[in-house]
């Protein structure tokens, strides 16, 4: 039986080969630029060869690629409510053909309009750069991948990268932002594995709090181990999360956008600003200069908190030659903030208070349990510097220099939850009746914490035939240095009861939280974070196509990390320096079983991580072994009907080797850790995103994720509490008035569901469970070409939820936001 399938296979295969090498040897290649009649770049708008299925889309830039066989065509540039523009092309057997700058007859404005209400891209994107440092569509990349697009954000009025994630399938936020630098960013969990959003344009891009929209054009959620391409310091075994930001355009325009809103229609929750302003530097265009900013005065839903927050970025895009082009952006982000205030399992486990859910607990959810003036400084400065060189029609060099520096100052409360008689032991505070009614107030501050990323990255970029075999490469070096000079220093404020109409929890103060700033900081005050470590690596990635349907992927990582040591602030070496070298393979096979239309792809992925020394249970420090994980993938993408249905379907199954996990406290060792062990995770994902007829488009998703520890000292079976909730689905539908109706007039009604969440899951400690939740949101705006009204409801059915990885965290509750914009 088996040689019988094999050699069937085998006939298929080469049966698919010589079919594509036929085609292939027929087939000639168009390109060209499509531009609007002011001479802005036309998006998204349909290319086609008349009287054929051969077409494409143009991209953000209004270039496009398309491929047929050769012959003479008249070639259809057309879009909604558009009249087409047209013109003959003569397509030579193996060989390009430049057709040229072609101009639609209406403005962007105008078409910006028509395509409100009718373009089908508008909230998917047909191809990514960065998704394989390749630029593939979708239908030709073995990975799986989510797009979140500017036209999407802009019309939920999401303000932040954390929000913006809820349109993307099988990704959860487990923590907001807490602003410290170094670990700033907010948490999310992907295919079970802890992840952040640490990419800005495919490279390191470090955040300390929030990440504002403001500079985003795109936010890519990246499936799946990465390591390959991406390394082991930037994402996760999960996957990764890529901004990708605005650029500089050749005419000069802008919007601006002043917001404001509330939490349940009688406490003001923000006041928001923001700009985008874009023009030619020289009148030959080869300068242009765009900058995007944004402030942010947001409070918090509960009685004290806030999150004032200043975005600035600035980008230049220089034309050298026609080789030779840079990009320098800068990105800086200020933030004075109330951290978030997570109920902490510390001194008492689940077991040991009786509860084992949220129910269980009397919290106070409007109460934040400290006072209004606890706030935190934060700092976050990414410098990027690209340089691009055409070397040949086949061969383009790209370099890569990027600063990353995120810096925090002050005080993040937090509170652990203990038993009655812990808390009134030695104290005057009363014993009111049941169980559970007090917790502990502490504070982890920063005392002017630093780290720093440097990356220097250089690709080369190819696209030839080997024969009658196309072959798209990436080839890479890659130097990767952190400096880390992250210092910790806690305190204790005593114990507060949870829930109680006549305690002061303003006593927690900025004058008290002073009290506790030591003089002078010490090893043995503080918990310092001071190391550097360098990586230098080696990648090469190549999509070759067997046939013209038929694309095999494969790509190899060399990584030599050296870790330099850990040291104390006195600048006494506590943990000695190691070095490390790591292989990362990737395979991929796609086939598109209807050309441009429907693919079956099925992938091998790797990813590794290198973690900081650890203290075993007998408080030796100990060097780790890099942590392994393989992702075995396969599933289905789609791109139907001429592009109103696009999505994917896909199993996958990842095994961690070399796993790093906390054990419970001794009396001499706090935090010790072990590497002992394997987790496995497995899940099924289905995200589509359609436009089944004009001006009504729905995003929706559904993620089922299997985690569990599969070997290890204790917890076998039990699933770890970094994977979130098993069930995940995400919905959004969007319906704008066709031309005929209100021009610009639409509405949209979306939401989240999130099944229990065990965020304390051990034979030690118990189970602990957040309740699942369902969180609906709903707008309404008026879309023209020079203004926009918005209006948005969040949470609109005021849903009391909690995130929490290890921590029980409340989330905002129903918040209206009104919004007006100008262009121009």
Known sequence: MNKLYHFILSICIITLSAT???????????????????????????????????????????????????GDYTLVISSVGVQPTETTVTVVANQTVTVGTLNINTSMSQLSEVNVTGNKARFTRKSSIDAAKIPLTALENSQTYSTITT????????????????????????????????????????????????????????????????????????????????????????????????????????????????????????????IDINTPVTESKDVLFRLNAAFNKRNSFQNYGKNNTFTLAPSLSIKANDKLSFLVESEIFFGRSSSMRPFFFFLNTPNQLGVSKVSDLNIDYNQAYVNDDISQRSRSIN?????????????????????????????????????????????????????????????????????????????????????????????????????????????????????????????????????????????ANTFPYIYKTSTYSAYVSDVFNITEQLLASAGVRIDRFENGGSYSLANTQTA????????????????????????????????????????????????????????????????????????SVSYYNIKLTNMLRSLPPTSTVPNPSVQDGTQKSEGFEAEFVASP?????????????????????????????????????NFYVSYRLPQTAVKGLGIGFGGNYASENKVINSEFSGTFSLPSYTVLNANIFYDRAKYRLGLTANNVGNKRYYTGYTTINPQDLRQLVLSASYKF
């Open 20 to 70: 594509g090498a036929f085609a292939q040897q027929n087939r000639g290649t168009v390109k060209g630029k499509v531009l609007t009649s002011d001479n802005k770049p036309a998006d998204y708008v349909t290319v086609g060869l008349k009287g054929t299925k051969h077409g494409t889309m143009t991209n953000e830039n209004g270039d496009y690629i398309l491929r047929a066989p050769a």
């Open 693 to 729: 007829v004009t001006g009504l488009s729905v995003v929706a998703g559904f993620a089922y994720n299997n985690s569990k520890i599969t070997k290890a000292a204790a917890d076998v079976g039990f699933r770890p509490n970094t994977a979130g909730s098993p069930y995940l689905g």
């Open 151 to 274: 036209e999407l954000i802009k019309e939920q009025q999401v303000f932040s990268i954390d929000d913006a994630l809820r349109n993307a399938s099988g990704i959860q936020k487990l923590w907001d932002a807490t602003g410290r630098g170094g670990d700033g960013g907010s948490y999310f969990t992907l295919r079970g594995f802890v992840v952040q959003s640490s990419l800005r344009n495919g490279v390191a891009g470090l955040v300390t709090n929030t990440v504002d929209a403001a500079n985003t054009e795109k936010v890519e959620v990246i499936k799946g181990p990465s390591g390959t391409l991406y390394g082991s310091t930037l994402p996760s075994f999960g996957g990764l999360v890529n901004r990708v930001t605005k650029k500089p355009f050749e005419t000069f325009g802008g919007e601006i956008t002043q917001s404001v809103g509330g939490f349940d229609f009688n406490k003001l929750g923000l006041v928001r600003t923001s």
């Open 383 to 523: 410098n990027f510097v690209q340089a691009n060189y055409k070397i040949s029609d086949k061969i383009t060099s790209q370099t890569i220099l990027t600063s990353a520096n995120s810096f925090s100052n002050g005080a993040s409360p937090y509170f652990y939850l203990v038993t009655d008689e812990a808390a009134i032991d030695g104290t005057t505070l009363p014993n009111p009746p049941g169980n559970n009614n007090f917790i502990s107030v502490r504070d982890q501050s920063t005392s002017n914490s630093n780290f720093t990323a440097i990356q220097v990255q250089q690709n080369f970029n190819g696209d030839f035939n080997i024969g009658q075999f196309r072959n798209r490469f990436v080839v890479g070096l890659d130097y990767q240095h952190v400096n880390s000079n992250q210092r910790y220093y806690g305190s204790d404020y005593g114990y507060a009861p949870i829930n109680s109409s006549t305690f002061n929890y303003g006593s927690f103060n900025r004058e008290a939280q002073l009290k506790q700033i030591p003089s002078v900081f010490t090893d």
């Open 576 to 647: 000695a320096p190691f070095k490390q070298t790591v292989f990362s393979p990737k395979f991929g096979l796609v086939y598109q079983a209807i050309k441009e239309q429907l693919s079956l792809f099925a992938n091998y992925q790797n990813g590794f991580i290198n973690p900081q020394p650890f203290q075993d249970v007998t408080g030796t420090l100990v060097n780790p072994k890099p942590q392994n994980a393989n992702q075995i993938e396969g599933g289905v993408k789609v791109a139907l009907f001429n592009g109103k249905l696009n999505g």
